[in-house]
């Protein structure tokens, strides 16, 4: 009976939602037309999630003609916003041109993925998650000052690496 009990408590128990606070990330800039093959994979930096903006990258000096765009990044518990505080122009085309951020994790991190329509003026149409790394595609996009792309994430309970 005590065990019954304690299993109708649990069952009862708020499900706790994951977090990116505190998880290790590295976030880099890839462009290829097949994976196996890139034309542009940018230093990755790795940092810890915490307050305030995680990256802030700036040209790297070019690679086979392809450089990385200036953009900020800031990561909350449950969301990532990009920008882009100088420069306007058009991304490269290909297949895919953009970033990457690898979460240190064991396990299938993103349970869901959205675009905030209210909080982005880019036109991304593809993000996706594979495992602990999350890919965003602005291939052929705009960007200027004014430009923004803000993701609400459905993080899953995995444990901090």
Same mark, same amino acid.
């Given at each position: 009976?005590?065990?019954?009990?304690?299993?109708?408590?649990?069952?009862?128990?708020?499900?706790?939602?994951?977090?990116?606070?505190?998880?290790?990330?590295?976030?880099?800039?890839?462009?290829?037309?097949?994976?196996?093959?890139?034309?542009?994979?940018?230093?990755?930096?790795?940092?810890?999630?915490?307050?305030?903006?995680?990256?802030?990258? !700036?040209?790297?000096?070019?690679? #086979?003609? %392809?450089?990385?765009?200036?953009?900020?990044?800031?990561? &909350? +518990? @449950?969301?990532?916003?990009?920008?882009?505080?100088?420069?306007?122009?058009?991304?490269?085309?290909?297949?895919?041109?953009?970033?990457?951020?690898?979460?240190?994790?064991?396990?299938?991190?993103?349970?869901?993925?959205?675009?905030?329509?209210?909080?982005?003026?880019?036109?991304?149409? !593809?993000?996706?998650?594979?495992? #602990?790394? %999350?890919?965003?595609?602005?291939?052929?996009?705009?960007? &200027? +000052? @004014?430009?923004?792309?803000?993701?609400?994430?459905?993080?899953?309970?995995?444990?901090?690496?």
């Amino acid at each position: 009976m005590i065990r019954a009990g304690l299993l109708i408590l649990a069952m009862a128990a708020p499900v706790t939602a994951g977090t990116l606070e505190g998880r290790l990330v590295t976030f880099t800039v890839e462009t290829w037309d097949e994976r196996e093959t890139p034309l542009l994979v940018a230093r990755g930096r790795t940092v810890t999630v915490g307050q305030g903006v995680e990256f802030g990258l !700036e040209p790297e000096g070019f690679t #086979g003609g %392809l450089d990385v765009v200036p953009v900020t990044v800031e990561i &909350g +518990p @449950t969301r990532i916003e990009l920008s882009y505080p100088r420069g306007i122009g058009r991304f490269y085309e290909s297949a895919f041109n953009g970033y990457v951020l690898r979460f240190e994790t064991e396990c299938a991190l993103f349970e869901n993925v959205a675009i905030d329509p209210a909080a982005t003026t880019m036109k991304v149409t !593809e993000v996706w998650a594979e495992a #602990g790394a %999350l890919y965003i595609n602005v291939s052929g996009l705009g960007y &200027g +000052p @004014t430009s923004t792309l803000a993701l609400d994430l459905e993080v899953a309970d995995c444990p901090l690496s």
